[in-house]
């Protein structure tokens, strides 16, 4: 498995303004996933930030809204931009990791509510 | 596209009973991986048990048991001896076999009764 921490735990932020998450794991890995868990809602896949190239982003996620980092094999940023009320949810990060990369491992999560 | 189906919005069980949470999915793949994640209040997702489809023997982790019916495509969780700590929202999972993208059921939220 993997220690993967995630900075802040959660936060209370005004609409208009913009968070960015951090996510710290404790050993290289070639992918890491970031995903929104809206309230009462199942996990949705924002984008997969591969290091050294652009972010792939899913259906309905656009780089304007969340631009994602992956400066190395160890850590990424999401930054949620200009957010409404509609923004508060839990957002997750996570990691392939295993012989074949087949299994993913989240972080604690960052609850954000947007006022 | 490929979809996961969990029907059960709630159930409960008494300590130390068992408990089958069920699960479909939808896929024309024919190598993939299954997984059940747990989330309990604290909203940490953590990994319960792992199955690998081509894999015919059902997965299994101390109390924590697969029911994989590939062409039936149903992958239920049995959790024997029930305890409190395993209250918790619990999510069904799937992964195509070159990886990066899991899809999620619904959730199935337990509460384990004293």
């Known amino acids: 498995s993997a220690v993967i921490s995630q900075k802040p735990s959660r936060d209370i932020c005004q609409r208009g303004t913009s968070l960015t998450i951090q996510c710290q794991v404790d050993s290289q890995v070639t992918m890491m996933f970031w995903y929104r868990q809206q309230p009462g809602q199942s996990l949705t896949l924002i984008a997969t930030a591969n290091q050294g190239s652009e972010a792939t982003y899913e259906s309905g996620f656009v780089i304007d809204k969340f631009p994602i980092s992956r400066p190395n094999l160890t850590f990424s940023t999401l930054t949620v931009s200009n957010m409404s009320p509609e923004d508060s949810s839990i957002y997750l990060c996570?990691?392939?990791?295993?012989?074949?990369?087949?299994?993913?491992?989240f972080g604690p999560g960052t609850r954000l509510t947007v006022l | 596209a490929q979809t996961v189906t969990q029907s059960q919005p709630e159930m409960s069980v008494q300590e130390a009973e068992t408990v089958t949470l069920s699960c479909t999915y939808d896929t024309s793949e024919n190598n993939y991986y299954l997984f059940w994640y747990k989330q309990p209040p604290s909203r940490q997702m953590i990994l319960v048990i792992r199955?690998?489809?081509?894999?015919?023997q059902n997965a299994t982790e101390n109390r924590f048991s697969v029911n994989f019916q590939k062409a039936a495509k149903s992958f239920s969780l049995k959790i024997s001896d029930s305890q409190l700590g395993d209250t918790a929202m619990y999510f069904c999972?799937?992964?195509?076999?070159?990886?990066?993208?899991?899809?999620f059921g619904q959730g199935t939220e337990l509460s384990v009764k004293p």
């Open positions: 996570s990691v392939e990791v295993g012989l074949a990369a087949d299994t993913q491992y």
């Open positions: 199955q690998e489809a081509y894999k015919q």
């Open positions: 999972a799937f992964m195509n076999p070159d990886g990066g993208k899991l899809i």
